[in-house]
Protein backbone atom coordinates (compact mmCIF):
# COMPACT_ATOMS: atom_id res chain seq x y z
CA UNK A 1 0.00 0.00 0.00
CA UNK A 2 1.16 3.60 -1.37
CA UNK A 3 1.60 5.91 1.54
CA UNK A 4 -1.78 7.61 2.06
CA UNK A 5 -2.22 11.29 4.09
CA UNK A 6 -5.47 12.53 5.47
CA UNK A 7 -6.68 15.88 3.72
CA UNK A 8 -10.15 17.40 4.57
CA UNK A 9 -12.19 14.56 4.89
CA UNK A 10 -10.53 11.98 2.34
CA UNK A 11 -7.56 9.54 2.51
CA UNK A 12 -5.29 10.38 -0.54
CA UNK A 13 -2.19 9.29 -1.96
CA UNK A 14 0.61 11.34 -0.29
CA UNK A 15 2.38 11.96 -3.47
CA UNK A 16 -0.96 14.06 -4.46
CA UNK A 17 -2.12 14.64 -1.57
CA UNK A 18 -2.75 19.01 -1.55
CA UNK A 19 -4.26 21.84 -0.44
CA UNK A 20 -5.61 24.95 -2.19
CA UNK A 21 -3.07 28.04 -3.12
CA UNK A 22 -5.16 30.48 -1.17
CA UNK A 23 -5.03 27.95 1.98
CA UNK A 24 -4.31 30.62 4.73
CA UNK A 25 -1.75 28.19 6.18
CA UNK A 26 0.52 28.80 2.87
CA UNK A 27 -0.45 32.54 2.38
CA UNK A 28 -0.07 33.68 5.89
CA UNK A 29 1.11 30.65 8.12
CA UNK A 30 -2.01 30.80 9.60
CA UNK A 31 -2.24 27.56 11.17
CA UNK A 32 -1.07 25.71 14.05
CA UNK A 33 0.20 21.73 14.47
CA UNK A 34 1.02 18.58 16.46
CA UNK A 35 3.81 16.41 16.22
CA UNK A 36 3.12 13.17 17.88
CA UNK A 37 5.14 10.02 18.50
CA UNK A 38 3.68 6.20 17.81
CA UNK A 39 5.74 3.58 19.65
CA UNK A 40 4.51 0.12 19.42
CA UNK A 41 1.68 0.71 17.35
CA UNK A 42 0.52 3.23 20.29
CA UNK A 43 -0.17 7.00 20.15
CA UNK A 44 2.39 8.67 23.27
CA UNK A 45 0.85 11.09 24.83
CA UNK A 46 -2.38 12.11 22.78
CA UNK A 47 -4.32 14.09 25.77
CA UNK A 48 -1.25 16.31 26.48
CA UNK A 49 -0.91 16.98 22.85
CA UNK A 50 -5.06 17.36 21.80
CA UNK A 51 -4.69 19.40 25.08
CA UNK A 52 -1.93 21.67 23.56
CA UNK A 53 -3.57 21.76 19.79
CA UNK A 54 -6.94 23.49 21.37
CA UNK A 55 -5.24 25.43 23.39
CA UNK A 56 -2.96 26.63 20.05
CA UNK A 57 -6.82 26.75 18.39
CA UNK A 58 -8.28 28.87 21.13
CA UNK A 59 -4.94 31.38 21.22
CA UNK A 60 -5.22 31.89 17.46
CA UNK A 61 -9.31 31.99 17.85
CA UNK A 62 -9.79 29.18 15.55
CA UNK A 63 -12.37 26.18 15.71
CA UNK A 64 -11.69 23.08 15.66
CA UNK A 65 -12.44 20.79 12.61
CA UNK A 66 -13.24 17.78 14.62
CA UNK A 67 -13.32 16.89 17.68
CA UNK A 68 -10.20 15.27 20.21
CA UNK A 69 -12.30 11.97 19.54
CA UNK A 70 -12.72 12.31 15.74
CA UNK A 71 -8.99 13.16 15.27
CA UNK A 72 -8.14 10.27 17.34
CA UNK A 73 -10.03 7.85 14.65
CA UNK A 74 -7.92 9.76 11.72
CA UNK A 75 -4.40 9.39 13.15
CA UNK A 76 -5.13 6.03 13.72
CA UNK A 77 -6.11 5.50 10.40
CA UNK A 78 -3.50 7.44 8.80
CA UNK A 79 -1.05 5.01 10.77
CA UNK A 80 -2.62 1.83 10.15
CA UNK A 81 -2.61 2.59 5.95
CA UNK A 82 0.98 4.09 6.59
CA UNK A 83 1.69 1.18 8.43
CA UNK A 84 3.40 3.39 10.59
CA UNK A 85 3.98 1.42 14.51
CA UNK A 86 7.24 3.41 15.47
CA UNK A 87 7.47 7.00 14.20
CA UNK A 88 5.48 10.42 14.19
CA UNK A 89 2.28 11.57 13.44
CA UNK A 90 1.82 14.81 11.91
CA UNK A 91 -1.41 17.32 12.09
CA UNK A 92 -2.05 20.39 10.86
CA UNK A 93 -5.11 22.95 10.91
CA UNK A 94 -4.78 25.42 8.98
CA UNK A 95 -7.73 28.77 9.34
CA UNK A 96 -9.08 27.60 5.49
CA UNK A 97 -9.16 28.78 2.24
CA UNK A 98 -9.97 31.92 1.05
CA UNK A 99 -9.83 35.12 -1.08
CA UNK A 100 -6.52 36.56 0.19
CA UNK A 101 -6.54 39.42 2.80
CA UNK A 102 -5.81 39.81 6.30
CA UNK A 103 -8.99 39.56 7.52
CA UNK A 104 -10.30 35.93 7.24
CA UNK A 105 -14.23 35.58 6.78
CA UNK A 106 -16.66 35.10 9.90
CA UNK A 107 -17.98 31.54 8.38
CA UNK A 108 -14.21 30.33 6.64
CA UNK A 109 -13.88 26.62 7.55
CA UNK A 110 -10.23 24.97 9.08
CA UNK A 111 -8.47 22.57 6.50
CA UNK A 112 -6.64 19.62 8.09
CA UNK A 113 -4.34 17.53 7.47
CA UNK A 114 -2.47 14.41 8.66
CA UNK A 115 0.69 12.44 7.89
CA UNK A 116 2.54 9.48 8.95
CA UNK A 117 6.56 8.82 8.98
CA UNK A 118 8.39 6.12 10.31
CA UNK A 119 10.80 6.65 13.37
CA UNK A 120 13.31 4.01 14.17
CA UNK A 121 13.70 4.90 17.96
CA UNK A 122 16.71 4.27 19.69
CA UNK A 123 16.81 0.87 21.74
CA UNK A 124 19.19 2.28 24.48
CA UNK A 125 21.58 5.53 25.64
CA UNK A 126 24.41 3.93 23.82
CA UNK A 127 22.76 4.15 20.27
CA UNK A 128 22.44 8.08 20.76
CA UNK A 129 25.09 10.63 19.63
CA UNK A 130 25.84 13.82 21.36
CA UNK A 131 25.50 16.54 19.00
CA UNK A 132 26.32 20.17 18.78
CA UNK A 133 24.59 23.65 19.31
CA UNK A 134 25.16 26.89 17.64
CA UNK A 135 23.69 29.65 19.35
CA UNK A 136 21.57 32.16 17.74
CA UNK A 137 19.77 35.24 18.82
CA UNK A 138 15.71 34.26 19.03
CA UNK A 139 14.23 36.57 16.51
CA UNK A 140 10.51 35.05 16.55
CA UNK A 141 7.43 36.82 17.48
CA UNK A 142 6.41 37.27 20.79
CA UNK A 143 4.31 33.85 21.01
CA UNK A 144 5.92 30.78 20.63
CA UNK A 145 4.06 29.11 23.05
CA UNK A 146 1.26 28.75 20.52
CA UNK A 147 2.27 25.86 17.88
CA UNK A 148 2.02 27.41 14.93
CA UNK A 149 3.20 26.76 11.50
CA UNK A 150 4.95 30.17 11.43
CA UNK A 151 8.57 28.46 12.24
CA UNK A 152 10.19 30.43 9.60
CA UNK A 153 12.72 32.35 11.84
CA UNK A 154 13.39 28.56 13.43
CA UNK A 155 14.19 27.13 10.28
CA UNK A 156 16.69 29.90 9.38
CA UNK A 157 18.06 29.66 12.47
CA UNK A 158 18.80 25.25 12.30
CA UNK A 159 20.52 26.53 8.65
CA UNK A 160 22.77 28.72 10.35
CA UNK A 161 23.43 26.05 12.50
CA UNK A 162 24.19 23.82 9.42
CA UNK A 163 26.16 25.73 7.97
CA UNK A 164 28.60 25.95 11.22
CA UNK A 165 28.63 22.44 11.48
CA UNK A 166 26.04 21.88 14.79
CA UNK A 167 23.31 19.75 14.62
CA UNK A 168 20.74 22.58 16.07
CA UNK A 169 20.38 25.76 17.02
CA UNK A 170 19.98 27.30 20.89
CA UNK A 171 17.77 30.76 21.12
CA UNK A 172 18.77 33.11 23.44
CA UNK A 173 16.77 35.98 23.95
CA UNK A 174 18.03 39.59 24.86
CA UNK A 175 18.61 39.16 28.62
CA UNK A 176 21.63 36.69 27.27
CA UNK A 177 18.80 33.82 28.45
CA UNK A 178 18.39 30.64 26.65
CA UNK A 179 14.48 30.00 25.31
CA UNK A 180 14.63 26.93 23.59
CA UNK A 181 16.30 24.91 20.54
CA UNK A 182 14.52 25.27 16.82
CA UNK A 183 11.90 22.26 17.78
CA UNK A 184 12.98 21.16 21.35
CA UNK A 185 13.44 22.68 24.68
CA UNK A 186 16.37 22.95 26.28
CA UNK A 187 18.33 21.56 29.61
CA UNK A 188 21.18 21.90 31.64
CA UNK A 189 22.73 20.35 34.33
CA UNK A 190 24.84 22.52 36.61
CA UNK A 191 28.16 22.18 38.19
CA UNK A 192 25.88 22.23 41.44
CA UNK A 193 24.63 19.27 39.58
CA UNK A 194 20.85 21.03 39.52
CA UNK A 195 18.91 20.29 36.33
CA UNK A 196 17.07 23.04 35.10
CA UNK A 197 14.89 24.06 32.74
CA UNK A 198 13.11 27.33 31.52
CA UNK A 199 9.73 28.09 33.39
CA UNK A 200 6.40 28.33 30.90
CA UNK A 201 5.81 31.89 29.80
CA UNK A 202 4.80 32.98 26.36
CA UNK A 203 8.88 32.60 25.49
CA UNK A 204 8.70 28.93 25.22
CA UNK A 205 6.68 25.88 23.46
CA UNK A 206 5.29 23.80 26.44
CA UNK A 207 7.08 20.63 25.11
CA UNK A 208 5.08 17.62 25.63
CA UNK A 209 8.02 15.38 26.43
CA UNK A 210 9.20 17.81 28.84
CA UNK A 211 6.09 17.83 30.68
CA UNK A 212 6.31 13.82 31.21
CA UNK A 213 10.21 14.33 32.50
CA UNK A 214 8.85 16.69 34.69
CA UNK A 215 5.90 14.28 35.68
CA UNK A 216 8.17 11.14 36.37
CA UNK A 217 10.98 13.06 37.65
CA UNK A 218 9.93 12.29 40.88
CA UNK A 219 9.75 8.29 40.60
CA UNK A 220 13.44 9.12 39.38
CA UNK A 221 14.80 11.02 41.84
CA UNK A 222 15.62 13.80 39.76
CA UNK A 223 15.21 16.96 41.39
CA UNK A 224 14.31 19.64 38.49
CA UNK A 225 14.47 23.65 38.55
CA UNK A 226 12.04 25.42 36.14
CA UNK A 227 14.14 28.64 35.35
CA UNK A 228 15.38 30.63 32.98
CA UNK A 229 19.52 30.33 32.62
CA UNK A 230 21.66 31.83 30.31
CA UNK A 231 23.94 30.98 27.75
CA UNK A 232 26.92 31.20 29.90
CA UNK A 233 25.74 29.37 32.21
CA UNK A 234 24.76 26.82 29.43
CA UNK A 235 28.13 27.03 28.50
CA UNK A 236 29.47 26.38 32.08
CA UNK A 237 27.33 23.22 32.62
CA UNK A 238 28.00 19.95 33.75
CA UNK A 239 25.66 18.54 31.00
CA UNK A 240 23.52 19.96 28.49
CA UNK A 241 20.44 18.14 26.07
CA UNK A 242 17.50 18.75 24.48
CA UNK A 243 13.77 17.05 24.49
CA UNK A 244 11.38 16.94 21.75
CA UNK A 245 8.63 14.43 20.65
CA UNK A 246 11.12 12.82 17.88
CA UNK A 247 14.62 13.62 19.22
CA UNK A 248 13.28 12.34 22.82
CA UNK A 249 16.98 13.24 24.97
CA UNK A 250 19.27 14.38 23.02
CA UNK A 251 23.28 14.87 24.54
CA UNK A 252 24.98 18.20 23.69
CA UNK A 253 28.90 18.20 23.77
CA UNK A 254 29.33 21.31 22.39
CA UNK A 255 28.27 24.91 22.56
CA UNK A 256 29.61 26.90 19.96
CA UNK A 257 33.54 26.34 20.37
CA UNK A 258 32.62 25.60 24.48
CA UNK A 259 33.07 22.10 25.13
CA UNK A 260 30.32 20.48 27.93
CA UNK A 261 31.49 19.11 30.40
CA UNK A 262 33.76 16.65 29.14
CA UNK A 263 32.50 16.35 25.58
CA UNK A 264 30.66 12.74 26.41
CA UNK A 265 26.75 12.09 27.51
CA UNK A 266 26.73 12.60 30.78
CA UNK A 267 25.22 10.94 33.67
CA UNK A 268 22.44 12.81 34.59
CA UNK A 269 21.25 13.19 31.01
CA UNK A 270 21.37 8.94 30.39
CA UNK A 271 18.84 8.80 33.62
CA UNK A 272 16.48 11.13 31.81
CA UNK A 273 17.15 9.25 28.39
CA UNK A 274 16.49 5.91 29.67
CA UNK A 275 13.46 7.47 31.66
CA UNK A 276 12.10 8.81 29.06
CA UNK A 277 12.36 5.80 26.63
CA UNK A 278 11.01 3.24 29.49
CA UNK A 279 7.66 5.57 29.47
CA UNK A 280 7.31 5.60 25.42
CA UNK A 281 7.86 2.27 25.05
CA UNK A 282 5.06 1.72 27.82
CA UNK A 283 2.53 3.41 25.51
CA UNK A 284 2.83 0.17 23.11
CA UNK A 285 2.59 -2.20 26.09
CA UNK A 286 6.48 -2.41 25.72
CA UNK A 287 8.32 -3.67 22.20
N1 LIG B 1 8.84 20.39 17.77
N2 LIG B 1 10.14 23.84 21.23
C1 LIG B 1 9.82 24.01 19.93
C2 LIG B 1 10.03 25.34 19.31
C3 LIG B 1 9.29 22.93 19.19
O1 LIG B 1 8.96 23.09 17.91
C4 LIG B 1 9.14 21.66 19.83
C5 LIG B 1 8.56 20.48 19.11
C6 LIG B 1 9.50 21.55 21.18
C7 LIG B 1 9.36 20.25 21.93
O2 LIG B 1 8.02 19.93 22.13
P1 LIG B 1 7.52 18.41 22.22
O3 LIG B 1 8.28 17.79 23.34
O4 LIG B 1 6.07 18.54 22.51
O5 LIG B 1 7.81 17.77 20.90
C8 LIG B 1 9.99 22.66 21.86
C9 LIG B 1 8.27 19.38 16.95
C10 LIG B 1 8.74 18.02 17.28
C11 LIG B 1 8.49 19.75 15.50
O6 LIG B 1 8.23 20.90 15.17
O7 LIG B 1 8.91 18.91 14.71
Given at each position: MPRQSYVNGRYVP????????????????????????VAGGAIVD????????????????????????????????VMRRCRVRDGAVYLQISRGVAPRNHAWPADIKPAMVVTARPIAWPRNFAEVRAIEILAVPDQRWGRPDIKTVALLPNALARMQADAAGAADAWMVDEDGMVTEGTSANA??????????????SRAILAGVTRRAILEFAGANMLAITERAFSLEEAKAAREAFQTSTTALVKPIKKIDETVIGDGQPGPVTAKVFEAYLAYLTSFGGGN
Open positions: HASAAVHIEDRGYQFADGVYEVIAEGPHMERLFRSLAEMKMTAPASAASMHVILHEWIVTEAGELITRQL
